[in-house]
Nanobody, 118 residues
């Protein structure tokens, strides 16, 4: 089991930057691939980015590629999502998630709201 707590959301203007953090506790952090998803009102939850346990393998959704960067600090049991050049369409609740090897995205945080005004 791993517990996840997101922070760093807020209200910003288009073009601004934000960095989301997700602190993990419980079982060994390096056992988990970490990810970020987001969900806007009336829409399905969508994948944003994921990172391997070592940080050496990253995947980013096409909609945020070049603007968002996922990273992790295994000494702090924390994963980050650096979001630059934010757009109003990035407005959503952002969720941190974890999956063990061979597993699914089984563990989720409570989410943090990001609102981008035009």
């Amino acid at each position: 089991q791993v517990q996840l707590v997101e922070s760093g959301g807020g209200l910003v203007q288009a073009g601004d930057s934000l960095r989301l953090s997700c602190a993990a506790s419980g079982r060994s952090f390096t056992e988990y691939r970490m990810g970020w998803f987001r969900q806007s009102p009336g829409k399905e939850r969508e994948f944003v980015a994921a990172i391997s346990w070592s940080g050496g393998n990253r995947v980013t959704a096409a909609s945020v590629k070049g603007r968002f960067t996922i990273s992790r600090d295994n000494t702090r049991n924390t994963v980050y999502l650096q979001m630059n050049s934010l757009k109003p369409e990035d407005t959503a609740v952002y969720y941190c998630t974890a999956r063990s090897s061979g597993g699914n995205w089984d563990y989720w945080g409570q989410g943090t709201q990001v609102t981008v005004s035009s």
